[in-house]
């Protein structure tokens, strides 16, 4: 079956303009995650959905980051007056339920670059 | 997803030879172990996980170490293949963290031919 799927899969934007990041998760899966992925560092965790239960936002590095997950399916995150140290690659997995037994399967994550 | 391939470590290997790449873990409270493996242009891929009440795992062509005592965790992959070539992140997570991982910096393996 298809994978997670992630659009656009690069975004050029100038500081100061928002931008929206899009993850379509496989389907069935409810737990759903966002990464950010910065040159020459490891995956940081950003923000998990899991059912119609609030959002873990422990992740978010500042309020310009949002996201949101309608009808328990896509997702889009969104950086409002994106700044330069906001480029990086963004990264959704998903899985089948919440907890260590199920797999995260990775999209294959949006590349923003802030100029 | 792009390697972030400029600034990471980089093991180069033989092809044939066995390989081993090193992590270590922050959380002495970590009870699940994942390394994942990222090619270039692509998602992190799942290879495989080891849970803290073992200290030894073993997949296809992979072997996962852990010790606890030094919170160090090694992939062993044996008779490295060109398309092994990636890189390797391993990551952290405990019960009640919502299944968020913690991951590493990561590790550049390039197989020579």
């Known amino acids: 079956g298809a994978g997670v799927s992630q659009s656009p899969s690069n975004k050029v934007t100038e500081k100061g303009k928002d931008v929206e990041l899009r993850c379509d998760p496989i389907?069935?899966?409810?737990?759903l995650y966002w990464y950010r992925q910065s040159l020459g560092q490891g995956l940081e965790f950003l923000i998990y959905?899991?059912?119609?239960?609030?959002?873990?936002k422990s992740g978010l590095p500042s309020d310009r980051f949002s996201a949101e997950r309608t009808g328990g399916s896509v997702s889009t995150l969104t950086i409002q007056r994106t700044q330069q140290e906001d480029s990086a690659v963004y990264l959704c997995?998903?899985?089948?339920?919440?907890?260590?037994?199920?797999?995260?399967?990775f999209g294959p994550g949006t590349r923003l670059t802030v100029t | 997803g792009e390697s972030v391939g400029l600034h990471l470590p980089t093991l180069s290997v033989q092809e044939g030879d066995n390989s081993i790449i090193n992590c270590a873990y922050s959380?002495?409270?970590?009870?699940?172990f994942i390394w994942y493996k990222q090619e270039s242009g692509k998602g992190p891929q799942f290879i495989i996980d080891i849970r803290s009440n073992m200290d030894k795992r073993q997949g296809q062509r992979v072997t996962v170490l852990l010790n606890k005592t030094v919170k160090h965790l090694s992939l062993q992959i044996a008779a490295t293949q060109p398309g092994d070539s990636a890189v390797y992140f391993c990551?952290?997570?405990?019960?009640?963290?919502?299944?968020?991982?913690?991951f590493g910096t990561g590790t550049l393996l390039a197989v020579q031919p």
């Open positions: 990551a952290e997570t405990y019960m009640g963290a919502t299944n968020k991982l913690i």
């Open positions: 959905f899991q059912g119609n239960s609030a959002p873990d």
């Open positions: 959380n002495s409270a970590s009870d699940y």
């Open positions: 389907s069935g899966h409810t737990a």
């Open positions: 997995a998903s899985s089948l339920a919440p907890g260590q037994l199920y797999e995260q399967y």
